[in-house]
């Protein structure tokens, strides 16, 4: 017994373990009018599905949507899976909960309209700059939905036919890095460029994702074969036009578009249910490339079409050119997804530096899943500490640099080997080292940014003033919606359930943390 008081005491003062989210606590709702808890969940629930959507991972969204409830002096809770977002505030006392739901339908890759909303959390969730009036709170969330509609409806900076050449430039890099020549990268510039437009019918069509790349791995795969029929006859040989690096480049324009980041992060971050439905989708699309390489390759053979992959020296092309094909991809990728000209050469320097980080480790006698992990790991690092100062969010960087390091030849390696069925050639070691190399370059930029935040954390408290930001609205008589008393304005409390965001909550937030 004497023990359990000691316990007890200890725990009253804080003693005894590592801090803790608060559990169990009471509501403090405010008395705030329905009305206008409302809009503010609804604002706060746009924004984080419109993030959801934009591949944003699921601590993020959550910190981003309690951030901006907070600004306008609301504490909410938040349940968020991988396809609905629930957000609720519960005023205490008899009144009814505020609760706002919505399905996240669609995902696709566009940074430019994600940099756009992250900057508007940012500047929404950072609060006023002093005290303000009832009238006041409302035209600044008034504010806030106008310029979040004008986000989401904005169409995009570029035609799609232009995303068909940006993505026919990154297979043409990809088909570099590899060893190949000029006339593979032209062939799979081409390749990927059909691709695409197939791809885009599909989607129109609304055929489903799984078999979007099943059928875009089917094209890129059809012109390997044709490439195994018609050079014997023309006055090159394979090793000119190697099959392999066409099917590789198409395969990493495939895997570029998924979300290999977020579900690890997801899954580091404590949201299993996310996690899992990300990796889920991930899986499912990654097979949908593997059924459309392995069923054109086995058709191919029983029709009797002579295969063979014809292996190019990893060394072929200096190391500086392979480093500014890495660029070219990771920039061309971030414009094929909308980003900004500035994100764009961001992205184009971190794949570069990305590359030449994993064929140094690689020359130090790492493997490709170890080197590749390393790589991802100082891209993840520099992204985070380097985000406020380059105005480019920290996922963009990381998620456009570590595309150049996807292992598409490895997967067309492996899935070869099975087809073949060669008992000296297996295939499970190449494509277990493919997801190996996958599993690390996802693992790798979430470790990096996990490292770099404390470090951000110290920076932005020695470069600004800790000040304290609240809400203040005054009592209007007739209404129930004030929360200013006889004693003075009452300020907004930080919402202890915000673990990573309130460490420093009135310090000006960086895009990066979203």
Avoid at 91 to 102: E, F, H, N, W
Avoid at 203 to 216: H, L, S, Y
Avoid at 293 to 322: F, K, N
Wanted: net charge positive.
């Amino acid at each position: 017994m004497r023990a359990v008081g000691v316990v007890r005491r200890l725990a009253r003062r804080g003693v005894g373990g590592p801090p803790t989210v608060q559990v169990g606590r009471r509501t403090r709702g405010g008395g705030r009018d329905e009305a206008f808890v409302r809009d503010v969940l609804e604002l706060a629930v746009r924004v984080g599905e419109t993030m959801l959507s934009l591949g944003a991972s699921a601590a993020d969204v959550t910190a981003t949507i309690r951030r901006l409830a907070h600004a306008f002096g609301l504490e909410c809770e938040v349940d968020l899976t991988f396809t609905a977002i629930l957000v609720s505030h519960d005023p205490g006392g008899s009144r009814a909960p505020v609760t706002v739901l919505r399905v996240v339908a669609a995902r696709t890759a566009d940074y430019g309209r994600l940099t756009r909303v992250l900057e508007l959390a940012q500047e929404v969730g950072a609060g006023p700059d002093g005290p303000e009036d009832h009238a006041a709170v409302v035209a600044r969330l008034r504010d806030a939905h106008e310029r979040l509609d004008v986000i989401v409806a904005a169409p995009h900076p570029y035609h799609r036919r232009l995303v068909t050449v940006l993505l026919s430039v990154m297979a043409a890099g990809v088909a570099v890095l590899l060893g190949g020549g000029l006339a593979v990268a032209v062939l799979a510039g081409a390749t990927t460029a059909v691709v695409d437009r197939v791809l885009l019918r599909l989607q129109r069509w609304a055929i489903p994702p799984f078999f979007q790349q099943a059928a875009g791995a089917t094209v890129a795969t059809l012109v390997a074969v044709a490439l195994f029929v018609l050079v014997p006859l023309l006055p090159v040989g394979l090793a000119t036009l190697p099959p392999a690096l066409v099917v590789a480049s198409g395969i990493v324009v495939l895997l570029a578009g998924l979300s290999f980041v977020g579900a690890a992060e997801d899954a580091i971050d404590g949201f299993p249910v996310t996690a899992v439905g990300r990796m889920f989708e991930v899986l499912l699309l990654t097979l949908g490339i593997v059924v459309g390489i392995g069923g054109v390759l086995d058709v191919a053979q029983r029709l009797g079409v002579t295969l063979e992959v014809v292996d190019v020296p990893q060394g072929a092309l200096p190391t500086g050119v392979q480093a500014v094909a890495a660029g070219v991809v990771s920039g061309a990728w971030a414009l094929a997804s909308y980003a900004r000209a500035r994100a764009a050469v961001v992205a184009a320097l971190a794949g570069g530096t990305a590359w030449l980080t994993s064929a140094a480790l690689g020359a130090l006698g790492l493997g490709p899943a170890v080197a590749g992990a390393g790589a991802a790991l100082l891209v993840g690092f520099l992204a985070e500490s380097l985000a406020r100062r380059l105005r480019v969010p920290a996922i963009v960087t990381s998620i456009c640099a570590i595309v150049p390091l996807l292992p598409g030849l490895a997967i067309y390696r492996g899935l070869f080997r099975l087809v073949q069925a060669d008992p000296a050639r297996p295939a499970t070691p190449v494509l277990l080292g493919a997801a190996m190399v996958a599993l690390g370059l996802a693992a790798g930029v979430t470790l990096g940014g996990l490292l770099a935040r404390p470090l951000r954390e110290r920076v932005r408290r020695a470069t600004w003033p800790v000040q304290r930001v609240g809400v203040q609205v005054v009592r209007r008589p007739g209404r129930g919606d004030g929360t200013r008393t006889a004693g003075g304005p009452v300020q907004a409390a930080p919402d202890p359930g915000d673990v990573r965001h309130t460490a420093d909550a009135a310090a000006p937030d960086d895009d990066a943390g979203a």
